[in-house]
């Protein structure tokens, strides 16, 4: 059997349906719970079976009727100090921090000297730096083409308003709606055998904890998610419907990371957190193959970037092995100019000289500092780094929604808004790709940016007028405004003023 013929096979069952890559023997494996143990026994009549009997006090599967059933067996969360009993698949178990004096430290005796000669020493050579490579991120693509979509790259209807040929690679449409779920599952994929029944854990609200706990459920990895007790409950409730143990513990997400890191170390899980390995730089750099064989005779790709610069360094690295004609451009905040500052110094600036302008428009692009590894691949690979200022994004949102449809987050939006703000005047002509990256933001909060989008775009006004204090002036200022087909959203009028003349009325209109 050759090597088509063997992986079709092995990614096709008995009846002919495709299957995740994972384990799949849960019935030999003593850290799954049992069908009967994740769903409860059923009673006699139900549509399940008819010989079994029915407990109407069986356990409630995750939470509420309708959330995904956990796969964690009840043994493990002795691990984290939750009982059975105490613990339905799902909820979550909220747990008090208590400051403690630091341990005593305990010193170690010296180390003893070697009387040996120096000639009869051994030098052991450091082990050599990892960096990235396209046969890594051409591996990448190979193993995750059966289970990650290819996002479309389509031409935007901007183009013709801009003076250049832009398209739109779509990585919003992600089950998470993120890129990141690109190095996740490869990150994953790659654990051994091991560690993926053992289990791993994240203790972070962000775009790359969705992506882990959604995939390590896919592949049948126990993934426990620890939260503090601060986190809003719709974000929690996102994570139980992907299928993970939501655990809160703590105040502040330092207590909720310190504790995951502890258990790590103390029980052997792993604990995931978004860095610049080659793995996970890998995982995203597919998206630039994609846009490689997407759009022909491209010219330039433009990258939202911010903290780590993962997807513009692995994007950069991709391209330019492909195509080295092809200009690689980095979007980043004006008010946290980590990657621009650090390539102008000529090493990593830390991100703690910065302040983050705003955490609830760019929360995910700020966790992390730049890293050696991606700072190196930057210098290399990256050509021009340009920032926005925050009203530009919030445009690039508005103008998502009206000619495209979709609706974006400000990181998502990153690349079109440099386009609008005329950072990029060498591009005109030519056959432009934006990453789209991300789509995760609160319903509350995009209302807030597009409401403050069309006053900025001067899609909403507010003036002032005096009209005399006689019946039928406000009837002939309504319809004068009619005439202009002006909407008004609100209206204020008010006959008492302090300074206002006595046979006068002030209107405010929006």
Known sequence: ??????????????????????????????????????????????????????????????????????????????DFGIEEEECLNGEVKTFETKVVGSPEIQLMDPPKTNKKRGSERKAVPPPKPEYLRFEDISAAAFKIQSAMQKTPCTYSRLSKQYGMEIFLKKELLHYTGSVKERGVLYLLTSLNQEQQKKGVIVAKDCSFSMAVAHHAVELRIPVFVIMPASCAQPHLRVYRDYGAMVISYGSTARDSLNHARHLAKENGYLCLEEDDSVVYLAGLGTVGMEIYEQVPKLDAVIVPTGGQCSLLVSTAAAIKHLNSRITVIG?????????????????????????????????????????????????????????????????????????????????????????????????????????????NMELDLIRQCVDRALVLDDRVSKFTVQLGDFPGDMAKLLDMLAREDIKLLDICHRRHSDKGNLFKAQVRQH
């Open 1 to 78: 059997m050759n090597f088509a013929a063997q992986f079709i096979y092995a990614n096709y069952a008995g009846d002919g349906s495709p299957r995740r890559v994972g384990f799949n023997d849960s019935e030999n494996d003593p850290f799954w719970q049992s069908e009967e143990q994740r769903l409860g026994p059923t009673k006699q009549g139900c549509s399940t079976s008819s010989k079994s009997t029915c407990n109407k006090d069986a356990p409630v599967c995750n939470g509420v009727a309708g959330w995904r059933p956990t796969l964690i067996h009840p043994e493990r969360l002795k």
């Open 331 to 439: 979007v980043e905040p004006e008010g946290f100019p980590l990657l621009l500052q650090s390539l102008k110094t000529g090493s990593p600036v830390a991100s703690e000289l910065y302040n983050v302008p705003n955490r609830k428009l760019y929360g995910d692009l700020f966790e992390h500092s730049l890293g050696t590894h991606t700072f190196q691949l930057a210098t290399k690979y990256v050509d021009k780094v340009v920032t926005v200022r925050e009203e530009d994004s919030l445009v690039a949102m508005l103008r998502f929604q009206e000619f495209e449809r979709s609706t974006v987050d400000t990181e998502g939006a990153m690349g079109l808004a440099a386009i609008l703000a005329g950072q990029l005047p060498e591009l005109k002509g030519k056959r432009v790709a934006v990453v789209v990256s991300s789509a």
